[in-house]
């Protein structure tokens, strides 16, 4: 905004408003006023009513109280007639008045009875306007009141005069008020004037300011994105720099944890392998005594059991680097009360063993899409986990429910310590595990997440209010599917 615009608009604004103000106030002081003066010259011959009551005027004297009265209140003409219309008086003499116009003006004065018209101070009055014919040019008004005359029942009063100066007067009154508004809202104006020029050196000089600090922030935040764009760069840098630490961690715990889990079995292998050998060699020992027999069978099967462990901790790593590539999965409607059942009857021995209980609740036939080996898998390592979380004497329980019309839920809940702040974060994570090293390669739920994800399913874990964690699979049920393949 140029500088003074603002007081330029502020005066306009402000005259055109005194203006319209002013002409406002003048056409309602004049209306005002024009009405006060026509009530003043009607109330004109209530006072000459007045007078000629106090006098004790009657019809007799009437001739020497009108001119006097007339002359005194400006009047150009008074009259007193009865009811019949006859003139009892008059100034100056002319002829009586008509007698209809004598009795127009009774009964527009009179009312509805003559105790009426006698009565109280301010008695009704009756008004009209009329031209006063070319000669004189203007207008007269004519007024009717009931008039008090000694000797008469009722009589009335009719005067005229003249209002062609009522117009002028009421301009003349709105044209003062006008002026007067005019000068107020002028001072005002004046006053205002100063305040707003005052006020538009200080917004000036405030957006002189905002300039300056404009262009120094728009300096400041070039030299801020320079910052940034530096800061980025070193940002990206030490991620890659942490994201490989991580890496080489994860690859350090994992290579720990093979290297402990493949170590002990490894260890027992050989140990049976060597006390198998040194029981064979020794000639005092007959092979047919049974308990040699017993001793080798002992071997052996520690042998077998150890190189089972191997073979599982190779397949988890297999299962790893398999779930970390994209693949396709045959999909069609499984059991899945019957999935949970087959997983129950291969882990209760363990579960016996351990002082544990295994439970499956939910209906007794409840369908889901998915491959039953993948899915299979899923459940052992689901169940596994809880088996090690759980604490003897504990229950692991399966819940099997619908969830919607799509999604079929299988919930594995557990009685051991719950899952840890760090774990509900990590837990997905390829080779997290919060167990000692060689007890654990952290890649269970890996691999159960890259299950699930082939399915087109989702994974939730979280601590069940009673204690203890619980692990949610929301896999597709066959109504809305049907059987068709899922990428993962």
């Excluded at 024009?34 to 007799?60: P, Q």
């Excluded at 922030?217 to 942490?242: G, K, P, Y």
């Excluded at 082939?454 to 049920?477: D, S, T």
Aim: charged share 25%.
């Amino acid at each position: 905004m140029k500088r003074g615009s603002l007081t330029r608009s502020f005066l306009a604004a402000g005259a055109l408003g005194g203006v319209v103000l002013a002409l406002v106030l003048a056409l309602l002081t004049g209306h005002e006023a024009h009405s006060e003066l026509f009530e003043e010259r009607e109330r004109v011959l209530l006072l000459v009513e007045r007078e000629l009551a106090r006098r004790g005027a009657d019809a007799a004297s009437l001739s020497q109280h009108l001119p006097g009265l007339r002359a005194a209140f400006g009047l150009e003409s008074l009259v007193v007639f009865d009811q019949e219309g006859r003139t009892l008086g008059q100034d100056p003499p002319r002829s009586a008045p008509a007698h209809v116009q004598a009795r127009a003006a009774i009964a527009g004065a009179s009312g509805p009875g003559e105790e009426h018209l006698i009565g109280g101070l301010d008695p009704p009055r009756y008004s009209e306007l009329f031209g006063v014919g070319q000669a004189r040019e203007g207008e007269l008004l004519r007024t009717t009141v009931p008039l008090r005359l000694v000797g008469r029942p009722s009589a009335f009063l009719m005067g005229s005069q003249r209002v062609d100066d009522l117009l002028p007067e009421a301009i003349g009154a709105g044209a003062e008020v006008a002026l007067y508004a005019l000068l107020g809202v002028g001072l005002l104006l004046g006053t205002l004037t100063l305040w707003v020029r005052a006020a538009e050196r200080i917004i000036a000089q405030r957006t002189d300011a905002l300039t300056r600090q404009g262009d120094e922030l728009a300096l400041a935040n070039a030299q801020l994105s320079q910052l940034a764009q530096n800061l980025e760069v070193l940002v990206d840098d030490r991620t890659r720099r942490l994201l490989q630490a991580e890496t080489l961690a994860r690859l350090g715990r994992l290579s720990a944890g093979v290297a402990h889990e493949i170590n002990n079995p490894l260890a027992a292998i050989s140990t049976s392998a060597e006390m198998l050998l040194r029981d064979l060699d020794d000639p005092a020992l007959s092979p047919e005594d049974p308990e040699l027999q017993a001793a080798l069978r002992e071997y052996l099967a520690l042998i077998r059991d150890e190189a089972f462990r191997v073979e599982g901790i190779a397949r988890d790593l297999l299962d790893f680097s398999r779930s970390s590539t994209k693949r396709r999965v045959e999909t069609g409607p499984l059991d899945a009360r019957a999935l949970l059942a087959g997983t129950e009857r291969l882990l209760r021995h363990r579960a016996n063993q351990e002082g544990k209980s295994l439970e499956l609740v939910g209906p007794e036939q409840l369908e889901v899409l998915g491959d039953s080996d993948t899915l299979r898998q899923l459940t052992l390592n689901l169940t596994l986990n809880a088996l090690q979380a759980t604490p003897p004497g504990g229950r692991i329980r399966w819940r099997l429910e619908r969830v919607g019309s799509e999604r079929v839920a299988l919930s594995c809940e557990d009685e051991g310590p719950g899952f840890s702040p760090e774990a509900l974060e990590h837990a997905l994570d390829p080779f997290y595990t919060e167990q000692e090293v060689g007890r654990g390669t952290g890649l269970g739920l890996s691999i159960v997440y890259g299950i699930v994800q082939e399915h087109g399913g989702a994974l939730r874990l979280e601590n069940r209010a009673e204690g203890g964690a619980r692990v949610i699979v929301e896999l597709p049920a066959p109504s809305q599917h049907g059987c068709e393949e899922v990428a993962a």
